[in-house]
């Protein structure tokens, strides 16, 4: 995924302005970059999340995004209220790079529990 996501990233202006028009591409591209980095952080998350469930603990990842969830309204709000779309692309890909860190660091002290 993540050199589909850097290609994508690179083509993202030109892309955009054959696609949908240069005035789109100028408003736009920055929030295709950042939607592209949040799907590529969530693929690798997959990874501990699996591991996780796996183990026999789906308690772990339902409390994670239980606590996760209010500072992520908070974060979307103000972030999207500041710069709008850019700010609520921003805030979910911050979201899942916080999950993707999480879920490795709870998957290595489950496992050490093991």
Known sequence: MVPIAAV?????KPGLSIWLGPEF?????????FLTLGVSVNSVA???FT?????GR???T??????ELPLYIGMLTTLALRFGLLGAAIAW?????????A????AKIIRRKI
Request: charged share 10%; proline share 5%.
């Open 103 to 106: 879920l490795f660091y709870l």
């Open 51 to 55: 591991l996780i469930q796996s183990l």
């Open 93 to 101: 890909a911050l979201r899942n790079l916080v999950d993707m860190i």
């Open 58 to 60: 789906p308690d772990v």
């Open 62 to 67: 339902a409390k994670l995004h239980f606590i």
């Open 8 to 12: 994508i990233s690179l083509l993202a």
């Open 46 to 48: 997959w990874i501990p």
């Open 25 to 33: 591409a100028e408003n736009s591209f920055l929030i295709l970059i």
